[in-house]
């Protein structure tokens, strides 16, 4: 990376640009958005000159400006980028650029790297924009306390208190409305929708994981943006601790911009304290920016994902997990028959869930207990694990490495293991602590464990969960704050288990999608998006799971009626059809099937393996059915995955539940190409959704019966008048193009 004599600085790719003006003391954020195109010199002096905003009454005598590291030295009264303390003093940064390199990629993107000092503190901050080919613009920093100053004489030997440190980018006025998520257990990422007004839309994290009510991705766009519609700019922290999200507008705006977005780790008090020569990296916080709406925001992370070194390159084995089978009841014979109807159906990956290690009859003993329990397996998981393979199938084991129940060897052997304060541990949740991974006797004693069933078995794939936050996550008799330590303990073992076994896959699971973040999605193969199977349920679910991770990287299984987490009775044509836009998979006793219901499935299976390079490789669409705020809006979904090459598509209409019209009307499919001709068919092999007419529309009747050609101008403009269905149904829609 080379120096860089130029006073601006702009990083393009896919549409987008980030444009950086290197002025003293330290450089301001000219732009981000939209591509301005290959500035000329006279460009650059423009766009600087339209930067300057003016000098209020009442206020700062000098035009304030939003520079990449905002703090009161610049004017800036919001949220600081970062504020600490050394001692009880240097509580005003006051930063000044040291150095600055960049480089620009051949295939669209680059880097810029700043490097700025507060000599007060002795305080380093460097702050590296990664635009990836992707259009998505990566941001983290590194704050790093000096051993010596200029002359050689050695740092205040006090530690910086670091309390905070977020990366912010700024917001155009129109961007006025945001969007992010809330949830609980089985019902994960919800959305919901607030204008952005003056002050501070603030989101913390306090679970020790980002959780079942994540902000995921904080979204701000111009009004009433929509999947297929609007002007967005997002972000997503990419850390597996507590976190930090905000949009903040302040009255005098920031420099020429209205608002900030940003993010970061969320900082327990006495958490960071670096003494000279320490340093702190904050994770990567990912922003985005489309002009197409939340598709468009999703298909560039999307993209950005699927360009990963480690994502998956081959094709996603479709997979039965046991436990809505067995649960607890771990009988070898009753798994062998299990076993054998997967196998029969056409799994790919058989998973053995909780209650085979030691003492683990329920869940409130033996978690931390990670040896195959000798009573319920007297000849280990060998047989089992044997017999999977035999039938042509990968074998899997679920694990909780970082929690431990009180009645286990582990916790008897090691209290000092178990996370929390000197004074006493808190109440229990789900009859669990957490395990405490910054005790290297700990860490070691699970990579051991791990490293040895990994080996033993062979096991091809992980289910790793973490059912329980980490509140009062202290270490030692001083109380010592450790999530952040926690979080980079078990990268740190995860990292060293795949790098141990470079085919092991590993499955985030935490209560369901309590853990769903691309630093976790760094060191694993998908994550659990719910513990929720229900598929009214799962239909929002995976949506909206969907606006950050692409379809590949989702879990999506169907189980029985009715179901495990909500009771609610629903058809198996509406399971199958909803498990289908993911990494499929069954949780459900195949042994208690009918022969009608196992041929069923047994096609479903077939549709996987036959779409799959489309569901894993194409672009996912969603389509606008109501406005915003629209009670009926969540009534009927039509979402879909659409080839890159525009050869092929697949949809699911599907109606989660009943509402005041009898006919929807015309339904564009979204994705497609005006210009185009196509043809259309009804895919019939998990048999027909329960409809609330009497026959029709006419395409319909067409489609059941084979492929009905239809132009592109009727398909994705007119649009398709949908059929009525049933709540709890889906209907599947395929697409190729024939011209």
């Known amino acids: 990376m080379s120096s860089s004599p130029v006073s601006t600085v702009a990083l393009r790719a896919a549409g987008t640009s980030f444009v950086v003006e290197l002025t003293e003391p330290v450089p301001r954020v000219l732009h981000w958005g939209a591509d301005l195109g290959d500035l000329t010199a006279a460009d650059q002096a423009a766009l600087s000159l339209t930067a300057e905003p003016a000098v209020l009454n009442n206020a ?30 240097s509580g005003a940064p006051r930063l000044s650029t040291a150095s ?12 810029l790297t700043l490097e700025m000092t507060d000599a007060g503190a002795g305080l380093d901050v460097t702050v590296t924009y990664r635009l990836d080919p992707s259009g998505v613009l990566g941001v983290h920093a590194d704050l790093a306390r000096r051993a010596a100053d200029a002359t050689g004489t050695a740092a205040d030997p006090a530690p910086y208190d670091l309390a905070q440190a977020l990366t912010l980018l700024p917001l155009p006025r129109r961007a006025t409305e945001i969007l992010d998520f809330t949830g609980k257990w089985s019902r994960e990422r919800t959305p919901q929708r607030r204008p952005l007004g003056h002050g501070t839309h603030s989101r913390e994290v306090r679970r020790g994981k980002p959780g079942v009510d994540s902000p995921y991705l904080l979204t701000v766009g111009t009004p009433g943006f929509g999947f297929r519609s609007g002007e967005v700019w997002g972000v997503h922290v990419g850390w597996s601790g507590d976190q930090r999200y905000l949009a903040e507008q302040l009255p005098e705006g920031a420099g020429v911009h209205a608002a ?10 006495g958490e960071i304290r670096l003494a000279p020569g320490e ?11 489309s002009a197409e709406g939340l598709d468009g925001l999703a298909d560039r992370f999307h993209t950005l994902l699927r360009a990963r070194p480690q994502h998956p390159a081959t094709p996603r084995p479709l997979l039965l997990n046991s436990w809505e089978a067995v649960y607890f009841d771990h009988d070898l014979d009753r798994l062998l028959r299990l076993a054998d109807k997967a196998a029969e159906v056409g799994v790919e990956r058989f998973v053995l869930d909780d209650g085979w290690f030691a003492g683990r009859r329920a869940d409130n003993a033996g978690l931390g207990d990670w040896s195959v329990d000798p009573v319920v397996w007297p000849q280990g998981l060998t047989p089992l694990a044997e017999h999977v393979r035999a039938l042509g199938m990968e074998f899997g084991l679920w694990v909780e490495p970082e929690m431990v129940n009180l009645d286990s060897d582990l916790a008897r052997a090691h209290p000092d293991w178990v996370l929390g304060p000197a004074s006493g541990l808190g109440p229990t949740a789900r009859n669990q602590y957490a395990l405490d991974l910054t005790h290297p006797d700990a860490w070691a004693y699970l990579l051991r464990s791990l490293d040895a069933l990994v080996t033993d078995y062979p096991i091809a794939y992980l289910k790793w969960d973490h059912n329980r936050e980490l509140h009062e996550a202290v270490h030692g008799s001083a109380d010592r704050p450790v999530s952040h330590g926690q979080v980079e303990a078990l990268y740190r073992l995860l990292d060293t288990l795949k790098e141990r076994h470079p085919g092991l896959e590993i499955e985030s699971c935490a209560s369901g999608g309590g853990r769903v973040d691309l630093g976790i999605l760094a060191r694993t193969d998908r994550v659990w998006a719910s513990d929720c199977n229900d598929p009214v349920e799962r239909q929002a679910i995976q949506r909206w799971t969907g606006q950050l991770l692409p379809p590949e990287l989702v879990g999506a299984h169907f189980g029985p009626s009715p179901a495990h987490t909500t009771g609610r009775l629903t058809a198996d044509t509406f399971r199958l059809a909803t498990a289908l836009f993911g990494h499929a998979g069954i949780e459900q006793d195949l042994t208690a099937c009918s022969p009608e219901e196992l041929a069923t499935i047994t096609a479903w299976t077939a549709m996987y393996r036959e779409l799959r390079p489309l569901l894993h490789g194409g672009r996912t669409v969603r389509a606008d059915l109501a406005a915003p705020g629209d009670p009926d809006a969540d009534a009927r979904l039509l979402h879909g995955v659409v080839a890159r090459d525009g050869s092929q598509a697949l949809y699911c209409w599907a109606r989660t539940e009943t509402s005041a019209e009898g006919q929807y009307g015309r ?15 009804v ?7 329960s409809l609330h007419q009497s026959s029709g529309p006419a395409w319909l009747t067409g489609a059941l019966a084979g492929w009905v050609a239809l132009p592109g101008a009727v398909l994705a403009t007119a649009g398709l008048p949908m059929p009525t269905l049933n709540p709890g149904q889906a209907l599947l829609i395929e697409v190729r193009r024939a011209d």
């Open 100 to 111: 600055v390199a960049h480089r620009q990629d051949p295939g669209g993107g680059g880097e």
């Open 279 to 289: 340093s702190y990296r904050t994770p990567v916080s990912w922003f985005a920016w």
């Open 683 to 689: 895919r019939t092999d998990l048999g027909l959704p």
């Open 667 to 681: 339904v564009p499919l979204p994705g497609l190409a005006a210009d185009s001709r196509y043809e259309v068919r």
């Open 60 to 89: 700062l005598e000098l035009q304030r400006r939003f520079t990449v590291w905002p703090t009161e030295a610049d004017g800036w009264s919001g949220t600081p980028a970062h504020h600490g303390h050394l001692g009880g003093g």
């Open 260 to 269: 900030v977005l940003g993010g970061g780790e969320l900082l327990r008090a």
